[in-house]
């Protein structure tokens, strides 16, 4: 039922997502606060099995027993930090936006994390600080034999052409078409970013981008598309239009009626 989490995962296995997990929490300890690495270590207890979490705000906020605005807020930090990536579903049967999807993303730079250099001595200023019992996961030590197992971080595309590009290659096999879909993007987007009420989009019509994508090439799995790059200029024609149309896209974990497939 929940194997499409699979498509959004970035490790294979749970022991280099339990690694990662540690990682980001030990690299931005400082960072984060309690409530951040609660989230954080849900979303890791959900993405255990398809390596990627489908979690209503509702779920967050009843098991780590905080407020709507509080998990909101610490899922930005954790978007903002580079922990974690947020993708918006759209159902693709039942129609409409459901849950988000939550994947937490390897680690940038896994060197700094490695074991210390042997000249390097422990200070009194860098004391490891006690922490809460409810944190068990996220703040128990390290054992270094663990990190030295992890594998290297898979090199993720930054730009959004290199992330259509390679989303292209690992489906059908053809990455000559990224730049069919990255026009369509453009001109579509353009047209809203000129407008002062939109200018601060631009993160959301690339996710959008992203979303449209998946959607195509999901459908040629159940039909002849002739035209791929003009059925995704429909479909992301229909999620910018549905995500302009209501906010509900961005702050709430609601279905908007009406979404249609072309």
């Known amino acids: ?28 300890w400082d960072a984060m606060n309690q409530t951040e690495r609660a989230v954080l270590d849900m979303i890791r ?6 390596g990627a979490a489908h979690l209503k ?26 922990i974690i990536e947020r ?20 680690t940038s730079d896994q060197s700094k994390l490695n074991t210390p250099k042997s000249d390097e001595k422990p200070t009194a200023s860098k004391a490891e600080t006690a922490k809460p019992e409810t944190e068990a996961f996220l703040s128990k030590a390290i054992n270094t034999k663990d990190l030295k197992r992890t594998s290297p971080a898979e090199i993720v595309p930054t730009t959004l052409f290199g992330r259509m590009k390679s989303h292209l290659s690992s489906t059908i096999g053809e990455s000559k078409l990224a730049r069919d879909f990255y026009g369509v993007y453009r001109k579509q ?3 809203m970013l000129k407008f002062s009420i939109h200018e601060d989009k631009g993160e959301l019509f690339e996710q959008l981008a992203i979303q449209a994508l998946r959607i195509a090439i999901q459908t040629t799995k159940s039909k002849t598309i002739r035209n791929l790059p003009g059925y995704y200029s429909g479909v992301l024609r ?13 702050d709430y974990d609601v279905s908007v009626e009406g979404f249609f497939y072309r």
């Open 1 to 28: 039922m929940t194997t499409y989490l699979s498509e959004y995962a970035h490790f294979t296995n749970k022991h280099d997502l339990d690694a990662a997990t540690r990682q980001h929490v030990l690299t931005n």
């Open 45 to 50: 207890r959900y993405s255990v099995k398809y």
């Open 57 to 82: 705000h509702e779920t967050i906020e009843k098991a780590i027993k905080k407020s709507n605005a509080t998990v909101r807020r610490a899922i930005r930090k954790l978007e903002k930090l580079g």
């Open 87 to 106: 993708i918006h579903y759209i159902r693709p049967v039942m129609s409409g936006l459901g849950a988000n999807i939550y994947v937490i993303k390897p």
């Open 189 to 191: 987007s353009l047209q």
């Open 238 to 250: 229909e999620l910018i239009g549905k995500a302009l149309f209501s906010d509900a896209f961005m």
